[in-house]
Every structure is written in C-alpha cells, then in structure tokens.
C-alpha cells in the first residue's frame, strides 16, 4: 500500500504531464467514450473540459451526471522497460455557475490555448467533474482506490 504523499504526487504528476484523458459517458444504456481536453483545479479535486452541446456525451452528461475520466502515464525506467500508471477519477457533473465562468474559462484555455476558437463558440460548454474517488493502478496487482477526502485535496 502506497503512502498518501505518493499518492497524491502520482495523481498531481499525472495532470501535469497529461492534458488529455478518455471521458466514459452513459445513455440510454450504451457507455460512450470521447477523448477530452482535462484542466484539474482545487488541487485535483475537480476536472474541467469543454464540449458542445449537441453531442451525444452532452446529452448523456445531462442525463446522468455520473462520469469517469481515465488519464495514462507511460515513463521509461532506467532499465529501458515502460512503466505504465493509470489513473482513473470517478464523479459527477457539476454547474459552472455565472460567477465561476470567467475564472473556469481562462484556466482551461491558458492550459489548452489551441481550444479557443472551440470554447468561444456559441454552442460550447465549460463542464467541471467533482471527483469522488480516484483508482491509481501501476500494474495487475498493484491497484489502490482513494476518496477525494482520504487525499485532502
């Protein structure tokens, strides 16, 4: 078992690294999976992205507010070999409220300024995931689960 400092660096490592994750979605029944730009805020309590609002990962985020995010870290070792962390953050949609947009907004485009023209379009959104919990896995044995409040983010 791993100790909450390394933890934490694994998890604040990870989104420092990576911009990128797979958002999985659910509707109607069927999962769905996009591929999304993530900026973390309040540590990495919460995870923003933008989307359109007349996409199925739209409507399934109005529908059903429970999400995951999965983030992939690959590092060489000294050895040569490919380490590989996973990371995972279960959660739900929350509100941007008016008086949070502005705020959410420039920190999403400062870490992802080629989104611009995407984020002021007319039909995009600005949605933040509250995260639950966090599953770091770092091989087939090695998995650990973690509440947002076992870290103290």
């Known amino acids: 078992m791993s100790s909450l400092s390394v933890i934490k660096t694994y998890i604040e490592d990870i989104f420092k690294i990576r911009r990128f994750a797979v958002l999985a979605t659910e509707g109607d029944g069927q999962p769905h999976a996009s591929l999304i730009a993530v900026t973390p805020m309040e540590g990495f309590r919460k995870l923003i992205f933008a989307t359109y609002r007349n996409t199925r990962k739209y409507s399934h985020l109005a529908n059903n507010g429970k999400v995951a995010i999965l983030v992939e870290s690959i590092n060489i070792n000294r050895s040569g ?4 962390i996973v990371l995972t953050a279960f959660g739900h949609v929350e509100e941007i409220k008016d008086g949070e947009e502005n705020i959410v907004f420039e920190a999403h485009l400062e870490r992802n300024p080629e989104l611009s023209a995407f984020m002021k379009s ?16 770092r091989g ?11 870290l103290g983010v």
């Open 81 to 84: 070999l490919q380490e590989s």
């Open 122 to 137: 007319e039909d995009c959104s600005l949605v933040r995931i509250k995260v639950d919990t966090y599953q770091v896995v």
């Open 140 to 150: 087939i044995e090695d998995v650990e689960w973690w509440t947002i409040d076992d």
